[in-house]
């Protein structure tokens, strides 16, 4: 059995270790961030288009659909980040 300490918890599913402000405009920041998983495997550059404001209806950003083949693939989506 592994030593682990008691306030160790299971490891997140993943973490961004940094944050690269690509480009931004009146509505939307777009970010290259560096992501690892649990078991170390990253993506130095995952794409991150994040809202400015959401508003009353709390419409607050894009969908991103990609197109495989000529289909549309439908992805998973996770909220990985709490945007202010």
């Known amino acids: 059995m592994e030593n682990q300490s008691a306030t160790a918890g299971p490891k997140p599913p993943r973490q961004v270790r940094a944050r690269r402000l690509a480009c931004?405009?009146?509505k939307f920041f777009?970010?290259?961030?560096?992501?690892?998983?649990?078991?170390?495997?990253?993506?130095?550059d995952f794409f991150v288009i994040a809202p400015k404001v959401a508003d009353g209806n709390l419409v607050t950003g894009v969908a991103v659909l990609p197109v495989?083949?000529?289909s549309v693939t439908l992805t998973g989506v996770k909220k990985l980040i709490q945007f202010e």
């Open 24 to 26: 931004k405009n009146a």
């Open 68 to 70: 495989a083949d000529g």
């Open 30 to 44: 777009l970010y290259f961030d560096h992501i690892v998983d649990r078991d170390g495997l990253g993506l130095k």
